[in-house]
């Protein structure tokens, strides 16, 4: 809905006539961004997520050996051989992506304690990219050794699997792990509402689209250009995947009066491309409608 975008239009008119207008524009900033609610906490248990991405991530590899069988000639497969490998290769990529968003999830519901160790967080955390590795890597090795496929077979094929082994381990990656002390330090800590965007990765604290929150005089602009935006508890920003804090939120949190320990809590990391361009907007300027 491009009219819910009025953040974005409205810095660009606004700039210049600033001084003109100054009781129409921030009545139009004020028009609220639209708000999502997210399902509620599924209450803790992981077993279910965590066996059906077992289930999946197996599928995964039956669809790689019936690739691996078909070319070491172990069956003949009833339709084209390129096709063949192009269908099970998708199939297994599919599966695995399917298996890895599942495990994140549980992840993030449950995460593991830092006290195992950092390798075994790692590898708990990672088992997606890990996983996505058996799911391909023995079948493109096969495909490079194989001298009896035709040559273009061969390298259609090839490039296909890893095309999806670099697709998968992408999907499958946890780029921000959380570990169940940063949950719970981040549970203790933020009581109030967080907010995130359909496509971040992190959860922010202030937001001043919020119609609830008191007048404030800054918030964090990575989120207040976004059409629409979640808003929740950060158990529920955990769970759907934001396990972290955004930088700029974090850097700022003392302003905004929330006393935050960050050595304790999950935070994005720090990237210079991150440092916001956007001007801050003073909304104590708009007139109380
Ligand atoms: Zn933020």
Not at 50 to 79: D, K, S
Request: glycine share 4%.
């Amino acid at each position: 809905m491009a009219e819910k975008i009025v953040r974005n239009t409205d810095k660009k008119d606004t700039a210049p006539k600033k001084a003109v207008e100054p009781e129409k524009q921030p009545a139009a900033k004020k028009k609220p961004q639209t708000v999502i609610t997210p399902n509620k906490p599924t209450g803790g248990s992981t077993i279910g997520l965590r066996i059906g991405a077992v289930v999946l991530w197996l599928l995964a590899i039956v669809c790689e050996v019936f690739a691996i069988m078909a070319l070491l000639e172990y069956f003949y497969p009833p339709i084209n051989m390129t096709l063949f490998l192009i269908i099970a290769i998708v199939l297994d990529m599919v599966f695995a992506i399917l298996a890895a968003q599942l495990w994140k999830k549980a992840n993030h519901i449950k995460p593991m304690s830092e006290k195992r160790g950092k390798f075994l967080f790692y590898l708990w955390n990672e088992l997606g990219v890990i996983m996505a590795c058996i799911c391909f890597i023995p079948l493109i090795v096969l495909l490079l050794k194989n001298d009896k496929l035709d040559k273009k077979t061969k390298l259609i094929a090839t490039i296909v699997a890893v095309v999806a082994l670099l697709i998968t381990g992408v999907a499958s990656a946890d780029f921000n792990p959380i570990s169940a002390e940063q949950k719970e330090e981040a549970e203790h800590q933020i009581t109030g509402n967080v907010y995130w965007t359909q496509f971040g990765h992190k959860y922010h604290l202030k937001w001043n689209g919020d119609p609830d929150a008191e007048q404030v005089e800054v918030d964090c602009p990575h989120i207040r250009n976004s059409n629409s935006v979640y808003k929740g508890t950060v158990t529920e920003a955990i769970e759907s995947g934001r396990t972290a804090i955004c930088s700029y939120c974090a850097a700022h949190a003392a302003d905004w009066g929330i006393d935050l320990d960050l050595a304790a809590l999950n935070v994005e990391d720090r990237d210079a491309s991150e440092t916001p361009d956007v001007p801050v907007i003073n909304t104590t300027a708009a007139p109380a409608n």
